[in-house]
Protein backbone atom coordinates (compact mmCIF):
# COMPACT_ATOMS: atom_id res chain seq x y z
CA UNK A 1 0.00 0.00 0.00
CA UNK A 2 2.50 2.24 0.89
CA UNK A 3 4.34 1.33 -1.92
CA UNK A 4 1.70 2.26 -4.38
CA UNK A 5 1.29 5.40 -2.77
CA UNK A 6 4.53 6.85 -2.78
CA UNK A 7 4.26 6.26 -6.29
CA UNK A 8 1.58 8.08 -7.32
CA UNK A 9 2.91 11.26 -4.23
CA UNK A 10 6.16 11.27 -6.12
CA UNK A 11 4.59 11.46 -9.59
CA UNK A 12 2.52 14.48 -8.73
CA UNK A 13 5.15 15.93 -6.77
CA UNK A 14 7.86 16.02 -8.73
CA UNK A 15 5.35 17.55 -11.66
CA UNK A 16 4.10 19.98 -9.60
CA UNK A 17 8.04 21.42 -8.72
CA UNK A 18 9.10 20.34 -12.65
CA UNK A 19 6.23 23.39 -13.01
CA UNK A 20 7.74 25.37 -10.39
CA UNK A 21 11.24 25.13 -11.70
CA UNK A 22 9.95 25.83 -15.47
CA UNK A 23 8.49 29.00 -14.41
CA UNK A 24 10.32 30.36 -11.57
CA UNK A 25 13.56 30.39 -13.02
CA UNK A 26 13.29 32.95 -16.28
CA UNK A 27 11.14 34.94 -14.11
CA UNK A 28 13.50 34.79 -11.31
CA UNK A 29 16.36 35.86 -13.50
CA UNK A 30 14.65 38.19 -15.35
CA UNK A 31 13.36 40.11 -12.18
CA UNK A 32 17.18 40.16 -10.74
CA UNK A 33 18.53 41.49 -14.18
CA UNK A 34 17.29 44.80 -13.54
CA UNK A 35 16.75 45.04 -9.12
CA UNK A 36 13.85 47.42 -8.70
CA UNK A 37 12.59 48.16 -11.89
CA UNK A 38 9.12 47.41 -12.77
CA UNK A 39 9.40 43.77 -13.84
CA UNK A 40 11.18 43.61 -10.39
CA UNK A 41 8.23 45.12 -8.28
CA UNK A 42 5.91 42.87 -11.04
CA UNK A 43 7.52 39.74 -9.69
CA UNK A 44 7.84 40.68 -6.19
CA UNK A 45 4.04 41.19 -5.84
CA UNK A 46 3.18 38.18 -7.99
CA UNK A 47 5.28 36.19 -5.00
CA UNK A 48 3.40 37.49 -2.39
CA UNK A 49 -0.03 36.92 -3.57
CA UNK A 50 1.21 33.27 -4.51
CA UNK A 51 2.61 32.45 -1.42
CA UNK A 52 -0.92 33.88 0.29
CA UNK A 53 -3.01 31.39 -1.66
CA UNK A 54 -4.38 28.79 0.01
CA UNK A 55 -4.72 25.34 -1.76
CA UNK A 56 -8.14 24.57 -0.04
CA UNK A 57 -9.15 27.50 -2.21
CA UNK A 58 -7.29 27.09 -5.58
CA UNK A 59 -7.88 23.54 -6.09
CA UNK A 60 -11.73 24.19 -5.98
CA UNK A 61 -11.73 26.73 -8.13
CA UNK A 62 -9.48 24.90 -10.87
CA UNK A 63 -11.86 21.82 -10.67
CA UNK A 64 -15.01 24.54 -11.13
CA UNK A 65 -12.98 26.31 -14.12
CA UNK A 66 -11.03 23.44 -16.07
CA UNK A 67 -13.70 20.46 -14.99
CA UNK A 68 -16.98 21.82 -14.73
CA UNK A 69 -17.35 24.72 -17.10
CA UNK A 70 -14.75 24.03 -19.95
CA UNK A 71 -14.45 20.19 -19.48
CA UNK A 72 -11.30 20.05 -20.00
CA UNK A 73 -9.44 17.81 -17.30
CA UNK A 74 -11.22 15.45 -15.19
CA UNK A 75 -12.17 16.95 -11.18
CA UNK A 76 -10.79 14.29 -9.81
CA UNK A 77 -9.31 10.22 -9.35
CA UNK A 78 -5.82 8.85 -11.01
CA UNK A 79 -6.48 7.58 -14.42
CA UNK A 80 -3.83 8.81 -16.74
CA UNK A 81 -1.29 12.00 -17.32
CA UNK A 82 -4.78 14.69 -17.73
CA UNK A 83 -5.31 13.72 -13.80
CA UNK A 84 -1.86 14.79 -12.58
CA UNK A 85 -2.72 18.44 -14.18
CA UNK A 86 -5.23 20.29 -12.00
CA UNK A 87 -3.69 18.71 -8.89
CA UNK A 88 -0.31 19.68 -9.73
CA UNK A 89 -1.07 22.97 -10.99
CA UNK A 90 -2.30 23.85 -7.27
CA UNK A 91 0.40 22.00 -5.52
CA UNK A 92 2.88 24.16 -8.14
CA UNK A 93 2.29 27.54 -6.91
CA UNK A 94 3.40 27.82 -3.02
CA UNK A 95 6.78 26.19 -4.56
CA UNK A 96 6.80 28.28 -7.44
CA UNK A 97 6.58 31.66 -5.19
CA UNK A 98 9.40 30.35 -3.38
CA UNK A 99 11.60 29.35 -6.16
CA UNK A 100 11.13 32.22 -7.73
CA UNK A 101 12.65 34.81 -4.80
CA UNK A 102 15.15 32.52 -4.36
CA UNK A 103 16.09 32.59 -7.89
CA UNK A 104 15.94 35.99 -7.90
CA UNK A 105 18.23 36.70 -4.81
CA UNK A 106 20.69 34.20 -6.10
CA UNK A 107 20.82 35.65 -9.13
CA UNK A 108 21.50 39.40 -7.86
CA UNK A 109 24.29 38.21 -6.34
CA UNK A 110 25.70 36.01 -9.25
CA UNK A 111 25.23 39.20 -11.94
CA UNK A 112 27.12 41.42 -9.34
CA UNK A 113 30.03 38.70 -9.22
CA UNK A 114 33.28 39.44 -10.92
CA UNK A 115 33.43 36.73 -13.41
CA UNK A 116 30.13 37.91 -14.82
CA UNK A 117 32.12 41.20 -15.71
CA UNK A 118 34.88 39.10 -16.81
CA UNK A 119 32.95 37.14 -19.35
CA UNK A 120 31.01 40.57 -20.44
CA UNK A 121 34.17 42.10 -21.14
CA UNK A 122 35.11 39.32 -23.42
CA UNK A 123 32.36 40.61 -25.63
CA UNK A 124 29.51 37.71 -24.53
CA UNK A 125 25.86 39.55 -24.28
CA UNK A 126 24.14 39.38 -21.47
CA UNK A 127 21.74 36.51 -22.36
CA UNK A 128 25.03 34.86 -23.36
CA UNK A 129 26.24 35.41 -20.16
CA UNK A 130 23.62 34.38 -17.61
CA UNK A 131 23.11 30.97 -19.83
CA UNK A 132 26.79 29.86 -19.41
CA UNK A 133 27.87 31.13 -16.39
CA UNK A 134 25.08 32.86 -14.14
CA UNK A 135 22.41 29.83 -13.74
CA UNK A 136 25.38 27.50 -13.27
CA UNK A 137 25.67 29.11 -9.59
CA UNK A 138 22.03 30.67 -9.24
CA UNK A 139 20.60 27.18 -9.57
CA UNK A 140 22.52 25.81 -6.31
CA UNK A 141 19.89 27.47 -3.91
CA UNK A 142 16.78 26.49 -5.97
CA UNK A 143 18.26 22.62 -5.74
CA UNK A 144 18.42 23.18 -1.82
CA UNK A 145 14.51 24.26 -1.96
CA UNK A 146 13.11 21.56 -4.79
CA UNK A 147 14.80 18.59 -2.39
CA UNK A 148 13.17 20.15 0.74
CA UNK A 149 9.93 20.39 -0.89
CA UNK A 150 9.91 17.12 -2.59
CA UNK A 151 10.21 15.59 0.88
CA UNK A 152 7.85 17.65 2.53
CA UNK A 153 5.34 17.10 -1.05
CA UNK A 154 5.79 13.34 -0.65
CA UNK A 155 3.43 12.91 2.59
CA UNK A 156 2.72 16.74 2.94
CA UNK A 157 -0.18 17.27 0.04
CA UNK A 158 -3.22 15.32 2.40
CA UNK A 159 -5.36 18.62 1.28
CA UNK A 160 -4.87 18.22 -2.35
CA UNK A 161 -5.05 14.17 -2.49
CA UNK A 162 -8.14 14.43 -0.41
CA UNK A 163 -10.25 17.11 -2.73
CA UNK A 164 -8.94 15.37 -5.77
CA UNK A 165 -9.27 11.85 -4.62
CA UNK A 166 -5.50 10.75 -5.23
CA UNK A 167 -4.46 7.67 -4.45
CA UNK A 168 -0.80 9.00 -2.56
CA UNK A 169 0.68 8.98 0.74
CA UNK A 170 -1.50 12.15 1.72
CA UNK A 171 -4.96 10.53 1.45
CA UNK A 172 -3.17 7.40 3.12
CA UNK A 173 -2.69 8.80 5.64
CA UNK A 174 -5.66 10.90 6.40
CA UNK A 175 -7.34 7.20 5.92
CA UNK A 176 -4.84 5.82 8.45
CA UNK A 177 -6.07 8.44 10.93
CA UNK A 178 -9.46 8.01 10.55
CA UNK A 179 -9.83 4.16 10.52
CA UNK A 180 -7.28 4.58 13.67
CA UNK A 181 -4.64 2.36 11.42
CA UNK A 182 -1.14 3.08 13.54
CA UNK A 183 0.92 0.12 12.01
CA UNK A 184 0.52 1.86 8.61
CA UNK A 185 0.87 5.50 9.89
CA UNK A 186 4.05 4.22 11.37
CA UNK A 187 4.94 2.38 7.74
CA UNK A 188 4.36 5.52 6.09
CA UNK A 189 6.61 7.42 8.27
CA UNK A 190 9.58 5.46 8.36
CA UNK A 191 9.18 5.37 4.17
CA UNK A 192 9.06 9.22 4.27
CA UNK A 193 11.88 9.85 6.16
CA UNK A 194 14.01 7.30 4.87
CA UNK A 195 13.08 9.00 1.26
CA UNK A 196 14.13 12.89 2.74
CA UNK A 197 17.39 11.19 3.79
CA UNK A 198 17.94 9.73 0.00
CA UNK A 199 16.83 12.72 -1.87
CA UNK A 200 18.92 15.38 0.53
CA UNK A 201 22.20 13.17 0.10
CA UNK A 202 21.50 13.39 -3.85
CA UNK A 203 20.78 17.36 -3.85
CA UNK A 204 24.33 17.24 -2.13
CA UNK A 205 26.11 15.01 -4.94
CA UNK A 206 23.94 17.27 -7.25
CA UNK A 207 25.78 20.79 -5.72
CA UNK A 208 29.37 18.90 -7.13
CA UNK A 209 27.81 18.22 -10.36
CA UNK A 210 26.29 21.71 -11.00
CA UNK A 211 29.72 23.73 -9.64
CA UNK A 212 32.71 21.52 -9.61
CA UNK A 213 34.61 24.04 -7.73
CA UNK A 214 32.30 23.06 -4.81
CA UNK A 215 34.17 19.90 -4.91
CA UNK A 216 37.23 21.35 -3.35
CA UNK A 217 35.60 23.12 -0.35
CA UNK A 218 33.58 19.83 0.15
CA UNK A 219 36.79 17.74 0.82
CA UNK A 220 38.04 20.17 3.03
Known amino acids: ?25 PVGTLAASRPGGKVDGAVTLMVQTFVAVPE ?34 ALSIRPMAYFTQVTRAAMVDVLNASYITAARARGLSMRQTVLRHGL ?21 SVVIEVI ?27 AIVALAITINTLADILYVVINPSLRGAHGR
Open 164 to 190: FAIPGMGRLFYEAVINKDIPLLQGGFV
Open 136 to 156: RNGSIPVVTFFSLWFASLLGG
Open 56 to 89: YWLAPILILAFSLHLGLLPSSGWFGPSSVILPAL
Open 1 to 25: MIGRALLVSATLALTALAIAVIVAL
